[in-house]
């Protein structure tokens, strides 16, 4: 519901820009449909694409982490909904939006992911 509300007011407001850009540069109403659709098509790509590229990107480094980690990995769990790999030395690395990323210890991951 959020996205879908997000992606119409993106979309309006793109069309309102083109309008404007239109009537500003004195541009004809095919030029000013394709300042909007190439617009709202960019911002749609970016709204619905890249993040989903940026959770492959974390899977994949997850997995690798997984295969060739140097460290021993001692446990694997969930918390919150993200992967976390637990090593002997008592390191945490956590799954992220933006990758992997690493914690000397579960409770300041733990601070991390919780917002705290």
């Known amino acids: 519901m959020k996205k879908s509300l997000m992606s ?16 500003l540069f004195g541009l004809s109403v095919t030029v000013m449909v394709l ?21 492959q990107i974390a899977e994949r480094e997850y997995r690798q982490l997984l295969r060739e980690s140097v460290h ?26 933006r990758g992997m990323l690493a914690f000397d210890n579960f409770d300041s991951c733990r601070q991390f992911i919780d917002g705290r």
């Open 8 to 23: 119409v007011l993106i979309l309006l407001g793109v069309m309102a820009l083109s309008v404007v850009l239109a009537e």
């Open 35 to 55: 300042i909007a659709t190439i617009g709202s098509l960019s911002c749609l790509l970016i709204l619905f694409v890249v993040p989903r590229i940026r959770q």
């Open 72 to 97: 021993l990995i001692v446990g694997r769990a969930r918390y919150r909904g993200r992967r976390v790999l637990h090593y002997a030395d008592g390191s945490v690395a956590v799954q992220t939006s």
